[in-house]
């Protein structure tokens, strides 16, 4: 089973400043299956990034996504008020299970 | 707007069975791959279940598999998660979420696009 971790488990930010979350593999896989999710209390998750970099639509473009092999970037240049939420990381694609990482969230300082 | 309507959450006591449905609304259904994915109360996500569009494959993580049966009826537009011998451990959210596949330049990408907004399912005594 491929393992995802992210990094920090809580980000301490303030609005307008850049968020940089980490997803980080047990073993390497294809970019074309890594995805970032947002979730909000008491709502489904939100598609943001797929294969990696690719935004989904809708999605402002403040929302960036990097990386390959194990190392995986989520950042958020400018932090919105509406961007304070718990982050998703997950490996859909290939082998199963299909995993998510434990989370990021993002917290007002 | 693109839909997905879980229902079919409960209480139910450890042993029992329960079934979730998930309806779909506002796009073609027969032609779209599905998921089960849960949240335990306050924890993160585990993705379930898969089933192809013509429910020919079928997958489910290590934790439900021969408990949990997923299956579909593109007539009704509909999805379903048959749960049996239900345990503590499976209290959770559970939400059904639409898979995507995509092309770009040559590359094949996958995700689950459209989520529903869950339905509760509580095993306790």
């Known amino acids: 089973e491929i393992v995802l971790t992210q990094s920090p488990d809580t980000l301490s930010l303030s609005p307008g400043e850049r968020a940089t979350l980490s997803c980080r593999a047990s073993?390497?896989?294809?970019?074309?299956?890594l995805t970032w999710f947002q979730q909000k209390p008491g709502q489904a998750p939100r598609l943001l990034i797929y294969g990696a970099s690719n935004r989904a639509t809708g999605i402002p473009d403040r929302f960036s996504g990097s990386g390959s092999g194990t190392d995986f970037t989520l950042t958020i240049s400018r932090l919105e008020p509406e961007d304070f939420a718990v982050y998703y990381c997950?490996?859909?694609?290939?082998?199963?299970?299909?995993?998510f990482g434990q989370g990021t969230k993002v917290e007002i300082k | 707007e693109v839909q997905l309507v879980e229902s079919g959450g409960g209480l139910v006591q450890p042993g029992g069975s329960l079934r979730l449905s998930c309806a779909a609304s506002r796009f073609t259904f027969s032609k779209y791959s599905m998921n089960w994915v849960r949240q335990a109360p306050g924890k993160g996500l585990e993705w379930v279940s898969y089933?192809?569009?013509?429910?020919?494959?079928?997958y489910y993580a290590d934790s439900v598999k021969g408990r949990f049966t997923t299956s579909r009826d593109n007539a009704k537009n509909s999805l379903y998660l048959q749960m049996n011998s239900l345990r503590a451990e499976d209290t959770a959210v559970y939400y059904c979420a639409r898979d995507r596949e995509e092309i770009l330049l040559d590359y094949y990408y996958y995700y689950m696009d459209v989520w529903g907004e869950g339905t509760t399912v509580t095993v306790s005594s």
């Open positions: 073993q390497t896989f294809s970019s074309t299956y």
């Open positions: 089933i192809n569009s013509d429910s020919r494959t079928i």
């Open positions: 997950q490996r859909y694609g290939g082998s199963r299970p299909w995993t």
